[in-house]
Protein backbone atom coordinates (compact mmCIF):
# COMPACT_ATOMS: atom_id res chain seq x y z
CA UNK A 1 0.00 0.00 0.00
CA UNK A 2 1.17 3.53 -0.99
CA UNK A 3 2.33 5.68 1.85
CA UNK A 4 0.44 8.70 3.29
CA UNK A 5 2.01 11.91 1.93
CA UNK A 6 1.72 14.95 3.89
CA UNK A 7 -0.35 17.51 1.67
CA UNK A 8 -1.17 21.33 1.80
CA UNK A 9 -4.16 23.60 -0.02
CA UNK A 10 -2.73 25.78 -2.35
CA UNK A 11 -5.29 27.01 -4.40
CA UNK A 12 -9.36 26.56 -4.73
CA UNK A 13 -11.38 26.57 -7.73
CA UNK A 14 -15.13 27.13 -8.06
CA UNK A 15 -16.47 24.04 -10.92
CA UNK A 16 -20.41 25.09 -10.10
CA UNK A 17 -22.32 25.70 -7.28
CA UNK A 18 -21.40 22.72 -5.42
CA UNK A 19 -18.17 21.80 -6.65
CA UNK A 20 -14.75 23.24 -6.01
CA UNK A 21 -11.13 21.93 -7.83
CA UNK A 22 -8.25 21.96 -5.04
CA UNK A 23 -4.74 21.64 -5.75
CA UNK A 24 -2.50 20.39 -3.29
CA UNK A 25 1.03 20.35 -2.54
CA UNK A 26 2.38 16.88 -1.65
CA UNK A 27 6.03 16.06 -1.36
CA UNK A 28 6.66 12.79 -2.44
CA UNK A 29 3.85 12.11 -4.44
CA UNK A 30 4.89 11.05 -8.04
CA UNK A 31 4.05 9.16 -11.41
CA UNK A 32 0.28 9.33 -11.36
CA UNK A 33 -1.72 8.47 -14.57
CA UNK A 34 -5.08 10.04 -15.56
CA UNK A 35 -7.46 7.93 -14.39
CA UNK A 36 -5.75 7.74 -10.99
CA UNK A 37 -7.04 8.06 -7.82
CA UNK A 38 -5.99 9.23 -4.64
CA UNK A 39 -7.10 8.58 -0.59
CA UNK A 40 -7.56 11.61 1.29
CA UNK A 41 -7.31 11.62 4.56
CA UNK A 42 -8.71 14.58 6.88
CA UNK A 43 -7.77 14.66 10.89
CA UNK A 44 -9.85 16.87 13.28
CA UNK A 45 -8.76 17.97 16.40
CA UNK A 46 -9.63 15.79 18.55
CA UNK A 47 -7.99 12.93 16.38
CA UNK A 48 -10.80 11.57 14.25
CA UNK A 49 -9.94 10.62 10.82
CA UNK A 50 -11.79 10.71 8.00
CA UNK A 51 -11.03 8.90 4.60
CA UNK A 52 -12.35 9.42 1.42
CA UNK A 53 -10.91 8.32 -2.42
CA UNK A 54 -10.96 11.03 -4.83
CA UNK A 55 -10.03 11.05 -8.79
CA UNK A 56 -7.42 12.89 -10.26
CA UNK A 57 -9.00 15.98 -12.58
CA UNK A 58 -5.36 16.28 -13.72
CA UNK A 59 -1.72 14.68 -13.40
CA UNK A 60 1.51 15.77 -14.97
CA UNK A 61 3.03 17.58 -12.37
CA UNK A 62 4.99 15.62 -9.46
CA UNK A 63 4.31 16.62 -6.06
CA UNK A 64 0.94 18.30 -6.91
CA UNK A 65 -2.79 16.68 -6.26
CA UNK A 66 -5.54 17.97 -8.16
CA UNK A 67 -8.71 16.79 -7.31
CA UNK A 68 -12.56 18.37 -8.31
CA UNK A 69 -14.96 17.14 -4.84
CA UNK A 70 -19.20 17.65 -5.80
CA UNK A 71 -20.42 18.22 -2.52
CA UNK A 72 -23.12 15.52 -1.20
CA UNK A 73 -25.61 17.00 1.10
CA UNK A 74 -25.46 15.30 4.57
CA UNK A 75 -21.61 14.45 3.92
CA UNK A 76 -18.80 14.23 6.39
CA UNK A 77 -16.09 15.17 4.07
CA UNK A 78 -17.45 16.95 0.75
CA UNK A 79 -19.42 19.76 2.54
CA UNK A 80 -15.87 20.52 4.38
CA UNK A 81 -13.87 20.54 0.75
CA UNK A 82 -16.38 22.41 -0.69
CA UNK A 83 -17.26 25.19 1.40
CA UNK A 84 -14.47 25.66 4.09
CA UNK A 85 -11.12 24.58 2.58
CA UNK A 86 -8.54 27.33 2.40
CA UNK A 87 -5.09 27.28 0.36
CA UNK A 88 -2.75 26.68 3.88
CA UNK A 89 -5.27 23.79 5.24
CA UNK A 90 -3.25 20.53 6.14
CA UNK A 91 -4.38 16.84 5.57
CA UNK A 92 -3.06 13.67 3.77
CA UNK A 93 -2.81 11.67 0.59
CA UNK A 94 -1.98 8.60 -0.75
CA UNK A 95 -1.71 7.31 -4.26
CA UNK A 96 -1.50 7.75 -6.78
CA UNK A 97 -3.32 4.33 -6.60
CA UNK A 98 -5.45 2.18 -9.19
CA UNK A 99 -3.65 0.75 -12.38
CA UNK A 100 -6.80 -0.84 -14.18
CA UNK A 101 -8.62 2.62 -15.34
CA UNK A 102 -6.05 4.53 -16.59
CA UNK A 103 -4.85 6.18 -20.08
CA UNK A 104 -1.35 6.39 -21.17
CA UNK A 105 -0.56 8.82 -24.04
CA UNK A 106 1.18 5.63 -25.77
CA UNK A 107 -2.23 4.18 -25.46
CA UNK A 108 -2.87 3.67 -29.47
CA UNK A 109 -6.50 3.74 -30.84
CA UNK A 110 -9.67 5.97 -30.33
CA UNK A 111 -10.86 6.56 -27.05
CA UNK A 112 -14.90 6.89 -25.96
CA UNK A 113 -15.49 8.95 -22.18
CA UNK A 114 -18.69 8.86 -20.90
CA UNK A 115 -19.47 10.67 -17.86
CA UNK A 116 -22.29 10.56 -15.46
CA UNK A 117 -22.40 13.78 -13.27
CA UNK A 118 -19.10 14.76 -11.55
CA UNK A 119 -17.88 11.23 -13.12
CA UNK A 120 -16.60 13.15 -15.34
CA UNK A 121 -13.19 14.25 -13.17
CA UNK A 122 -11.23 10.96 -14.17
CA UNK A 123 -12.09 11.64 -17.82
CA UNK A 124 -10.98 15.63 -18.04
CA UNK A 125 -7.83 14.19 -16.75
CA UNK A 126 -7.53 11.39 -19.44
CA UNK A 127 -8.42 14.56 -22.34
CA UNK A 128 -6.14 16.83 -20.18
CA UNK A 129 -3.36 14.73 -20.55
CA UNK A 130 -4.52 13.11 -24.62
CA UNK A 131 -4.52 17.04 -25.17
CA UNK A 132 -1.02 17.73 -23.55
CA UNK A 133 0.92 14.71 -25.03
CA UNK A 134 1.96 14.24 -28.82
CA UNK A 135 -0.69 11.73 -28.94
CA UNK A 136 -2.67 11.68 -32.36
CA UNK A 137 -5.64 9.01 -30.31
CA UNK A 138 -9.60 10.36 -31.18
CA UNK A 139 -11.33 11.64 -28.10
CA UNK A 140 -14.92 11.68 -27.83
CA UNK A 141 -16.60 12.92 -24.68
CA UNK A 142 -20.32 11.82 -23.89
CA UNK A 143 -21.65 13.79 -20.37
CA UNK A 144 -24.57 13.92 -19.07
CA UNK A 145 -25.44 16.28 -16.37
CA UNK A 146 -28.93 17.51 -14.90
CA UNK A 147 -28.41 21.21 -16.29
CA UNK A 148 -26.14 23.13 -18.09
CA UNK A 149 -24.49 24.87 -15.04
CA UNK A 150 -23.97 21.33 -13.48
CA UNK A 151 -21.12 21.17 -16.46
CA UNK A 152 -17.89 20.46 -15.17
CA UNK A 153 -15.05 22.90 -16.96
CA UNK A 154 -17.37 23.18 -20.24
CA UNK A 155 -15.78 26.09 -21.57
CA UNK A 156 -12.10 23.97 -21.07
CA UNK A 157 -13.31 21.14 -22.53
CA UNK A 158 -14.55 22.71 -25.44
CA UNK A 159 -11.24 23.96 -26.39
CA UNK A 160 -8.81 20.88 -25.49
CA UNK A 161 -7.30 19.48 -28.76
CA UNK A 162 -7.96 16.27 -30.26
CA UNK A 163 -11.24 15.90 -27.55
CA UNK A 164 -15.46 16.33 -29.31
CA UNK A 165 -17.46 16.92 -26.22
CA UNK A 166 -21.21 16.12 -26.03
CA UNK A 167 -23.25 17.12 -23.55
CA UNK A 168 -26.66 15.80 -22.30
CA UNK A 169 -29.17 16.93 -19.81
CA UNK A 170 -30.97 15.08 -17.69
CA UNK A 171 -33.34 17.84 -16.05
CA UNK A 172 -33.40 21.21 -17.53
CA UNK A 173 -31.81 21.44 -21.44
CA UNK A 174 -30.48 25.22 -22.62
CA UNK A 175 -33.12 26.96 -24.43
CA UNK A 176 -33.33 25.80 -28.20
CA UNK A 177 -31.80 22.19 -27.71
CA UNK A 178 -33.01 19.58 -29.69
CA UNK A 179 -32.79 17.39 -27.68
CA UNK A 180 -35.72 17.21 -24.58
CA UNK A 181 -34.02 16.36 -21.00
CA UNK A 182 -33.85 12.77 -20.13
CA UNK A 183 -31.95 10.05 -19.17
CA UNK A 184 -28.99 8.60 -21.62
CA UNK A 185 -30.23 6.42 -24.16
CA UNK A 186 -29.67 4.25 -26.83
CA UNK A 187 -30.18 6.78 -29.39
CA UNK A 188 -27.97 9.16 -28.04
CA UNK A 189 -24.98 6.08 -27.98
CA UNK A 190 -25.55 5.62 -31.32
CA UNK A 191 -25.35 9.09 -32.43
CA UNK A 192 -22.90 10.38 -30.27
CA UNK A 193 -20.28 7.79 -29.69
CA UNK A 194 -17.79 6.55 -31.59
CA UNK A 195 -18.68 3.13 -33.32
CA UNK A 196 -18.05 -0.33 -31.99
CA UNK A 197 -16.07 -1.37 -35.30
CA UNK A 198 -13.69 1.43 -34.36
CA UNK A 199 -12.46 -0.90 -31.51
CA UNK A 200 -12.33 2.08 -29.23
CA UNK A 201 -11.18 1.90 -25.08
CA UNK A 202 -14.54 3.21 -23.33
CA UNK A 203 -14.42 4.70 -19.95
CA UNK A 204 -17.48 4.93 -18.17
CA UNK A 205 -17.78 6.47 -14.76
CA UNK A 206 -20.42 7.83 -12.88
CA UNK A 207 -22.87 7.20 -10.00
CA UNK A 208 -23.56 3.53 -9.69
CA UNK A 209 -26.92 3.54 -11.51
CA UNK A 210 -25.21 5.54 -14.41
CA UNK A 211 -22.90 3.10 -15.03
CA UNK A 212 -24.87 0.26 -14.99
CA UNK A 213 -27.01 1.76 -17.78
CA UNK A 214 -24.59 3.28 -19.87
CA UNK A 215 -22.38 0.23 -19.79
CA UNK A 216 -25.31 -2.01 -21.36
CA UNK A 217 -26.44 0.35 -23.56
CA UNK A 218 -22.50 0.39 -25.21
CA UNK A 219 -22.63 -2.99 -24.72
CA UNK A 220 -26.04 -4.14 -26.57
CA UNK A 221 -25.01 -1.54 -29.32
CA UNK A 222 -22.24 -3.89 -30.07
CA UNK A 223 -18.95 -2.54 -27.84
CA UNK A 224 -16.57 -5.30 -26.78
CA UNK A 225 -17.13 -6.06 -23.26
CA UNK A 226 -13.23 -6.07 -22.77
CA UNK A 227 -13.06 -2.23 -23.94
CA UNK A 228 -15.30 -0.94 -22.15
CA UNK A 229 -14.04 -0.12 -18.35
CA UNK A 230 -16.11 0.99 -15.96
CA UNK A 231 -15.38 3.27 -12.53
CA UNK A 232 -18.00 4.29 -10.00
CA UNK A 233 -18.10 6.39 -6.67
CA UNK A 234 -20.18 6.95 -3.89
CA UNK A 235 -20.17 8.13 -0.02
CA UNK A 236 -19.47 11.85 0.87
Request: glycine residues 12%; negative net charge; proline residues 7%.
Amino acid sequence: MSAWHAAQVVATERVTASARALTLAAPGFAGALAGQHVDLRLTAPDGYQAVRSYSLARVGRDEVVEIAVDEVPGGEVSPYLVREARPGDRMEVRGPLGGFFVWRPADAGPVQLVAGGSGIVPLAAMARARGASPSTAEFRLLASVRTPADAFWADELAATDGLTTTWLYSREAPAGAARPPGRLTRDDVVAHAVGPDAGARVFVCGPTGFVEAAAGLLLDVGHDPAHVLTERFGGG
